[in-house]
């Protein structure tokens, strides 16, 4: 990686290099997803399904069998429910979406703690590059795969990559790999940057 633990990056002509070599530390969001798309979504539901079936079988005896003039309420009521469920699903993930955008839009941008040319300075995260020594803290949102230089009674939330809600322990000998998209809530640390963008785990 061609840095130094304590001192960082010494060679900063190097950073335009690495960005080259590694790839910058960006990962393109993908297009969100039209209502209608999400609507579409929300009607695969298997629940809703049976009910759209009940409701054609309902529609088709009720008009044929049953009288013809108030035959078709059950069905029609059954098919607004549906319409009604799968559109207030729809909604709320369409704001979900919108929401998830706008807080991305507004931390990519955060300032990361770095090390590089032996002085602690802070530069966009986006701006990140393997090799960079980054310090750590409680509270931190990690923005590039990196490994432990350093820890200090380090603990961090993986629920965003693994699912798991329980605090994951960071140590120099044990578990000394660092995850972006996680965040730290105990402890503090140094990292040096080994995978960002597309590269790292929030990009796979």
Request: charged fraction near 20%; charge should be negative; glycine fraction near 8%.
């Amino acid at each position: 990686l061609q840095t130094h633990r304590q001192r960082g990056i010494t060679d900063l002509a190097s950073i335009e290099n690495r960005e080259e070599h590694f790839g910058k530390n960006f990962i393109e969001s993908k297009p969100p997803a039209s209502y209608l798309q999400l609507l579409w979504d929300a009607m695969q539901d298997t629940t809703l399904i049976m009910l759209i079936i009940a409701a054609i079988v309902s529609l088709i005896l009720g008009l044929t069998v049953e009288d013809p003039d108030t035959g078709w309420i059950e069905g029609c009521a059954i098919l607004v429910s549906v319409a009604v469920v799968a559109n207030v699903t729809a909604g709320n993930d369409w704001l979900k979406e919108r929401q998830f955008q706008k807080l991305n839009n507004a931390v990519e941008n955060e300032d990361i703690n770095v090390v590089r040319g032996g002085e602690q300075t802070k530069v966009p995260a986006q701006e990140l590059v393997v090799g960079d020594v980054v310090v750590i803290q409680h509270g931190d949102k990690i923005y590039a795969d990196g490994f432990l230089a350093n820890a200090e009674s380090l603990a961090v939330d993986e629920s965003s990559q693994t699912g798991e809600s329980e605090l994951v322990k960071k140590t120099v000998d044990g578990a000394p790999i660092m995850l972006s998209g996680t965040t730290v809530r105990e402890g503090s640390g140094v990292m040096i940057v080994i995978a960002v963008g597309k590269h790292s785990q929030a990009g796979v």
